[in-house]
């Protein structure tokens, strides 16, 4: 495990947070998520934003490697832990995704789950994804989007406008991800759109996809 994410991803109160919610989260549901997210997966995989290892056991054997990035001290600390009992070989990796610490065309597979809403540089971090990934590499993610209801969309600005980033340790919940890897190249395979179940109050982080976006079929260097 090593280190060498900057300082700004150091979120000690949204990490512990985190550490506290994640568990209930997976108890109800999201754990079969996660499984479906990373269903019938091989070779070598670059996993981002992994936080403390919430995916790694549902990694299926048909993996050869993970690779994990993960810039905040305390989740990456638990991340290391997690990667110890896990099924496949996962090497845990300080880093952002926007500096993918890989070189071109050498993964399978990319894995985002609830990142690229917290991410800095949501586009540099799609274009250094398809950088590294071969060609025709798979990107499967789970991801937290933008809605369509205009009422919704404007709770959403409010929301990450003002408390939102700030809890959630740059968490936004306005953003057209899909859009943004799309443009970026990406071809979906296979994406569904679908709500959490409805709790008391409205949860401005919804709708969600799950799915799978092919990279195009051209290497690194003609990129
Ligand atoms: C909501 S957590 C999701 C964690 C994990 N992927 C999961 O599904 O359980 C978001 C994670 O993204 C990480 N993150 C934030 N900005 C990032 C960036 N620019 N590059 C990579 N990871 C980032 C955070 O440190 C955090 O671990």
Redesign the pocket.
């Known amino acids: 495990m090593t280190g060498g ?1 900057p300082a700004t ?1 150091h ?1 000690p109160l ?2 512990r947070l ?1 550490l506290l919610l ?1 568990p209930r989260f997976d108890a109800h549901g999201g754990s079969d998520l ?1 499984e479906e997210l990373l269903a019938g997966l091989h070779g070598r995989v670059v ?6 290892g ?2 790694f056991p549902h990694y299926p054997a048909g993996v050869r490697e993970v690779v994990a ?4 001290r305390i ?1 990456r600390e638990r991340a290391g832990v997690a990667a110890r009992e896990a099924p496949v070989p996962i090497t845990v990796v300080g ?4 500096a993918l610490p890989l070189p071109d065309d050498s993964v399978d597979v990319v894995v ?4 690229l ?5 949501q586009r540099a ?1 799609v274009g250094e994804m398809r950088r590294v990934l071969r060609p025709g590499g798979r990107l499967r993610v ?1 991801e937290h989007v933008a809605a369509a209801r205009p009422s919704h969309h404007r709770l959403q600005r409010v929301m990450d406008a003002t408390v939102w980033p700030r809890c ?4 936004h919940t306005a953003r057209d991800t899909v859009g943004t890897i799309t443009d970026g190249g990406f071809e979906p395979v296979r994406l569904r759109r679908f709500r959490l179940p409805a709790g008391r109050v409205p949860n401005p982080a919804s709708p969600w996809v799950l799915g799978e976006l092919a990279a195009p079929a051209t290497t690194g260097a003609e990129r």
């Open positions: 994410a991803h979120h949204f990490s985190w994640a996660r996993e981002i934003g992994a936080a403390d919430r995916n990035i993960e810039p905040e989740l880093g952002v995704a926007e985002s789950s609830l990142v809403c917290s991410v800095d540089d971090a789970l959630g340790g740059g968490c």
